[in-house]
Every structure is written in structure tokens, then in C-alpha cells.
């Protein structure tokens, strides 16, 4: 079965970031349509593909699956033997509540640190909920960690991994000071060849989205 993945910048796009990571750290072949957000045509192009305008957006076989959770799921029931959950119910279990969580949660973190990865800066970190946002997802690493002894969340790299991986480009990029458990979990990230090649791909883009740039320094 060949699959299309349709993404945005790889440099912005952090719901983009998560299907594509997990499918090729997973050896799972699929061609990239990558469309650039913004654009004056965009907005026509995705909603040719997805029905909600948005990316990310699997096609495969004359079906269509739209959302980053929705996405790894169905790559998880079709690919069961390549383990893109873990095999213990009980760490299945914890790996689908903590990724369902990122999903749906952490909105501060999204609106106050929106995925830029050429950006390098110190946030202040100046709001409340922000830091608590912070210290859940740090109290996460953590506790997935000491369970499975690492050195991803649930041992081997997982969904759970991918669904976090632009919060650890957030963090890189705002210059977050986490722990030192979730500080070596960061780099052990950021050294995964699949995101290495996200990371350099994105670095690469030639276009720069003055809105996502202005909302990017909006909480400094």
C-alpha cells in the first residue's frame, strides 16, 4: 500500500512533525506532499486532500485520515508488528493516555511557544500556567522514564515519543532549563536520526511566515 502524507513548513508545523517522525523512524514508506502554509494558494491545495483544511493528512488506498493522533493510530493497527505502541497492555495503556494528553492538552504552551526551530532564545517564562504546563510535561518524562528505564519514553521509541517531539523543539528553541532526566531525554530526542532529518530538512526552508515569526516573540 503506498501513502501520501501531506505536511506543512517543517519548520512551523508541529502536528506535520508528528506522523512524518513516526513513519520514518519506523521505516514505513511514504511520499511526501509537503505544502507551504501561508501561501496564496494553500488553503485551496489542503482542502483538495483534507477535508478540514489542516495538515497533517494521510492518504492511502482511496481513504483519508486527517489529525496527527488520528493518523498514528491507524499506522499502529496496520502496522501492529513494527510495535509503534508498546506491547505491555499496562505501558500501552500509559503510552496512549500521555500521548491523548499532549493531544488535547498544554495549550499555553502552544500559544506562548509556537514551534520555530531556527529560533534560538531564552523565554521568560513569565506566566503562571505556562510554568505549570512545563512542570506536567517534565512530571510525564519523568514518570515514563523511571518505568521503562528509557532511553525513550517507553523504552524504545514509540508514538508517545512522536507526539512529544515538538515540545522538545519547543523547549530547545525557547531555551527551557528542564531537569536533568528530561534534559538528557531532549538530547536523546534530538539526536533520533528521523528527527535529526526533520530538524535539517526544516533548517533548509527557504520560506519565513511572518505571523508564526511575530507569534513566536509575542510572550518574550
Known amino acids: 500500500m503506498t501513502y501520501q502524507l501531506v505536511i ?5 508545523s508541529s502536528w506535520s512533525m508528528r506522523p512524518w517522525v513516526l513513519m520514518t523512524h519506523f521505516g514505513i514508506p511514504f511520499e511526501e506532499i509537503r505544502i507551504p502554509l501561508y501561501t496564496p494558494a494553500w488553503r485551496e491545495q489542503i482542502r483538495k486532500v483534507s477535508p ?5 493528512c494521510l492518504l492511502y488506498g482511496g481513504n483519508t485520515v486527517w489529525d496527527s493522533l488520528a493518523i498514528a493510530e491507524t499506522l499502529h ?3 501492529s508488528a513494527l510495535g509503534l505502541y508498546p506491547t505491555d497492555p499496562a505501558a500501552r495503556a500509559l503510552a496512549r493516555s500521555v500521548s491523548a494528553e499532549m493531544h488535547s492538552g498544554f495549550s499555553t504552551i502552544r500559544t506562548q511557544m509556537s514551534m520555530n ?3 534560538s532564545v531564552v523565554h521568560a517564562m513569565a506566566s503562571d500556567t505556562l510554568r505549570s504546563e512545563v512542570e506536567r510535561v517534565q512530571e510525564i518524562f519523568t514518570t515514563c522514564l523511571a518505568k521503562s528505564g528509557g532511553p525513550y519514553l517507553f523504552g524504545d521509541f514509540s508514538i508517545a515519543d512522536a507526539m512529544y517531539a515538538p515540545v522538545v ?6 531555551g527551557v532549563r528542564l531537569n536533568a532526566t528530561c534534559d538528557t531525554y531532549r538530547e536523546t530526542v534530538l539526536h533520533n536520526p528521523a528527527v535529526a532529518r526533520w530538524i535539517s530538512d526544516a533548517l533548509a526552508e527557504a520560506e519565513t511566515i511572518p505571523e508564526y ?6 510572550y518574550l
Not at 52 to 56: D, N, W, Y
Open 8 to 12: 506543512g513548513n517543517k519548520n512551523y
Open 169 to 174: 523543539m519547543r523547549f530547545r528553541s525557547y
Open 52 to 56: 478540514t483544511g489542516k495538515v497533517p
Open 77 to 79: 493497527e496496520r502496522h
Open 117 to 119: 526551530i531556527r529560533l
Open 213 to 218: 515569526e511575530a507569534e513566536s516573540r509575542k
